[in-house]
């Protein structure tokens, strides 16, 4: 069984089995081919990463913000649990406009290794709540001393600045 024949009036161009004329390749070919279907393979590539790091990014960022509720509700059990009497004292809990700062370490991001850190700004002001009306009586004409103490969270996940904040009305 033959491979491919030989035409007689056109010598040197080879046949396949079914008769059809074969291409000759020229030297460097392959190298050419070669490199065009490397260079589609890396382009599909960066196409791909750059797909997936968009997917990422918004992730991130939820897992940031998920960290910041966190510890703003060991904030907020803080703020409850206090001793009443050191909140007017205490150094943790400055009158407005003064406020103490304290950086905190809110977690580390998976896959990344990043950690997340944030300011706590802590500050209270006295809470008097008048009621309209009258004969209406206010906190202070009963004699019930009432703070409102705040901590705000200042932090930043992929270069986004974000702000929350918890507020506790305490009495006694």
């Given amino acids: 069984m033959k491979r491919y024949t030989q035409n007689p009036t056109n010598r040197g161009q080879r046949k396949d089995l079914l008769g059809r004329a074969l291409l ?70 400055p009158e407005y406009p003064l406020y103490q700062e304290t950086q905190v370490n809110l977690g580390t991001l998976p896959n990344s290794g990043i950690v997340l850190t944030g300011d706590v700004r802590r500050t209270r002001s006295a809470y008097d709540w008048t009621p309209t009306g009258t004969g209406a009586i206010s906190f202070t004409d009963l004699g019930i001393q009432v703070w409102k103490l705040q901590s705000h969270l200042v932090y930043t996940v992929n270069g986004d600045t974000f702000v929350k904040s918890r507020i506790v009305i305490r009495s006694q």
């Fill in 24 to 93: 000759r390749k020229r030297k460097g070919d392959f190298l050419v081919e070669g490199t065009i279907a490397l260079f589609v393979l890396v382009s599909l590539m960066l196409v791909m990463l750059q797909g997936s790091l968009t997917i990422v990014k918004p992730r991130a960022q939820t897992i940031g913000h998920n960290m910041a509720d966190a510890y703003l509700s060991y904030e907020l059990a803080y703020a409850n649990r206090v001793d009443f009497d050191s909140i007017s004292d205490s150094g943790e809990w």
